[in-house]
């Protein structure tokens, strides 16, 4: 046989052993679908104050079982309100616990016109195989002068399930460049001069300095920091959404 037939058989076979040994993406997809409790009496009338308590919510696949529950638990936890006795709780649990205590309550105040909601939706953000990243917007009424709401994220990798943190995604020492071109766009938002006090317009940082707050997820668009109502400043002053472009990031992400 030809030496040189015999080289390019050999090349061909050492490179489509290499794409053997390649590893192979995941290939993720999810459907949405929406839990949903209500007093036992139901939500169809007018008149009857009633409680109902409703998620929107991906289910994946394509991942480990065990990055699928590790999720679930994530996912149920952050459709909590924040109630420390809902750890390690379903969401079905946490729903029913919410429907039980509205039901409590109207027992013991007969005259209540007004009934409880609470409702969520988990967004699917970033997925990729390197990459889950949901958001949390939820909204709810429990009595009192208004609702609540909030939006919070979820950021994982779907190999194993772990959280995915600004360190796995910026190269180190990122902290200062991005505070400062965050703080740009906070300023922007907020219609804050550059020289202005971020105290004096009515948001509390530590020593007057905008910081970088631990509620962040990725989107499409950048890297999103999002401040709560009451984090850092007044109900009256609303929720703050810092995205934070990736063209703006450039030399700060790991590649």
Known sequence: MNKLIVVICFCMFIFSCNKKNEPKKRQISYEMKTFRLESPNGCKSDTLPCAFYEVAYPVFSG??????????????????MGNPEAE????????????????????EMKDISMGWHYSAEVAAEVVTDTLLS????????????????????????????????????????????????????????????????????????????????????????????????????SYAAGPTEVVVPYESLKGLIKH
């Open 63 to 80: 991942l480990d079982s065990s990055v699928t529950n590790a999720l679930q638990r994530r996912i149920d936890a952050a459709v909590s």
């Open 88 to 107: 390690g709780k379903s969401m079905k649990e946490i729903g029913g616990g919410f429907i039980e205590d509205f039901e409590d309550f109207k027992n």
């Open 134 to 233: 949901l958001s949390i917007s939820e909204e709810y009424f429990t009595g009192g002068a208004h609702g609540g709401y909030g939006t919070y994220f979820i950021s994982v990798r779907p190999s194993d399930g772990a959280e995915f943190t600004l360190s796995d995604f910026f190269k180190a020492g990122y902290e200062e460049p991005v505070t400062k071109i965050a703080e740009g766009v906070f300023r922007k938002v907020r219609e804050i001069p550059d020289t202005a006090s971020l105290n004096e317009n009515m948001f509390e940082f530590p020593d007057d300095q905008f910081q970088l707050n631990d509620n962040y997820g990725f989107t499409k668009e950048g890297v999103v920091f999002y401040y709560n109502s009451y984090e850092i400043a």
